[in-house]
């Protein structure tokens, strides 16, 4: 018979989100008792927003990591396991263990998982000869690596895949950063960078995507939109686009590379998207303002998994954990539900080394900037925030289950175009 356990509250997955509602749970149960679990694997936490900075040689990849036992909150407990089903109709999970646990309220955030095997070549060829990413800490040091052996005459090339995927700003970041290395360097003039996007635009919201537009202009940067990556050979060294749209739909183009820096195809685990948690695209089905299950009414699910169509950001998981909270103790209290995230999402843009353009969104691309600056503007202060602000709040604030944030203004008008 297998082994069975059951709790009150129980998290799958122990990343930003997870450790973020566990640990606002227990902040505001009181003196409560509430019975929570949380269902992760992994050792090892990673500050992921600072992958960008770590293959631009700004910051080190030991700060981005903590372990996993010093941030799960206390009288929570850790079930070092992987989910290999849900079962929702009987309120349970199993485990790999082969162990069973029930649940009263499941909040389900695993993520999303890397798929390096959806392009050809790029399993065998990712951390050498020149194939970077710094969308995994096995291989974002590698990055900074291939930046500093590029000389006159170099050739990089950047990709971004369809999305959704984490940080949709990361893949420009990098190409940024490492232009203004070479701008340093004073060969930038004498290298050929490329931005091949799988979208039609530089950015979702018009108003940054035409600020971005001049930043690849000034670094002449060549934006090759609709491309999408579908092989490579790093021996040849040489990447292989598909075209999506336009006259040249279905062509293939190949350019040679002395960098490439990918970013892999993303979507969420197997386990969620064979679940009947999950809605055709293989997310977790919820309700795009209360974070609430369509179907299953004790689950709720955030982050990177969840079906809402926001930017895939931590800053988007700091807004929807506090409606996770509030909900899931409506729900145990007897009360009525709040649609209270608005899609909020944030994007550091690292435009060069110490300038950034602090992007603040809801639904529908409204921009909202949280201070009364200028949004468009490249500021070092927004560098700070990136690299000093954002990490200390994340550690000693967020994970700490601490809700209150600068509001985002909601009533900012973009000037016209």
């Known amino acids: 018979m297998a082994n069975t356990q059951h709790h009150r509250i129980l998290i799958v997955g122990g990343g930003t989100a997870g450790i973020t509602v566990a640990a606002s749970l227990r902040r505001k ?13 992994s050792e090892s936490h990673y500050y992921q927003p600072a992958f960008t900075l770590v293959g631009a040689g700004a910051y080190p990849l030991d700060k981005t990591r903590r372990s996993e036992s010093s941030l799960i909150p206390s009288k929570v407990e850790w079930i070092r396991d992987t ?24 909040v389900v955030c695993p993520g999303l998982v890397l798929n390096w095997e959806n392009i050809q070549g790029l399993a065998e060829t990712i951390g050498k000869n020149g194939v970077c990413s710094n969308y995994s800490p096995d291989y ?14 170099a050739k990089a090339v950047f990709t971004q895949p369809p999305m959704p995927f984490k ?8 190409a940024y950063l490492a232009a203004d290395h070479l701008r340093k360097k004073g060969i930038l003039d004498d290298c050929d960078l490329y931005f091949c996007n799988h979208g039609p635009a530089m950015f979702g919201v018009p108003l940054f995507a035409r600020e971005l537009d001049k930043v690849v202009a ?42 490439l820096h990918v970013t892999p195809p993303q979507s969420p685990p197997e386990v969620v998207k064979s679940s009947p948690l999950a809605n055709e695209t293989g997310y977790v089905d919820v309700h795009k303002h209360s974070m609430q299950h369509t179907q299953y009414k004790n689950v709720f699910a955030l982050g990177d998994a969840g079906s809402t169509p926001n930017s895939k950001t931590a800053a988007a998981i700091r807004k929807q954990a506090p409606v996770v909270v509030k909900n899931l103790l409506h729900l145990i209290g007897g009360g009525e539900l709040e649609e209270g995230y608005d899609g909020y999402g944030s994007c550091p843009l690292t435009t060069a080394y110490g300038k950034v353009i602090m992007a ?22 927004n560098w700070w925030i990136k690299t000093t602000g954002l990490p200390l709040m994340y550690w000693h604030y967020m994970l700490k289950g601490h809700e209150w944030f600068f509001t ?7 000037p016209s175009a």
């Open 29 to 41: 149960a009181g003196g409560k008792d509430l019975d929570i679990a949380i269902i992760e694997p």
């Open 83 to 106: 989910v290999t089903s849900f079962e929702p109709n009987n309120n349970q999970v199993t485990l790999s263990s082969g162990g069973l646990v029930g649940y009263d309220y499941l």
């Open 167 to 174: 940080c949709p700003g990361a893949p420009q970041k990098i």
């Open 360 to 381: 603040e969104f809801v639904y529908g691309g409204k921009v909202t900037p949280t201070f009364p600056l200028d949004p468009r503007k490249e500021r070092w202060m």
């Open 140 to 153: 974002a040091p590698y990055t900074w690596e291939c930046v500093q052996k590029l000389e006159k005459g």
């Open 408 to 414: 985002h203004n909601t009533d900012y008008v973009e």
């Open 218 to 259: 000034r670094y002449g940067i060549h934006a090759n939109f609709q491309h999408n990556l579908i092989a490579v050979d790093g021996e040849k060294k040489q990447a292989t686009f598909e075209v999506v749209g336009g006259e040249k739909t279905g062509q293939k183009i190949t350019l040679d590379f002395d960098l």
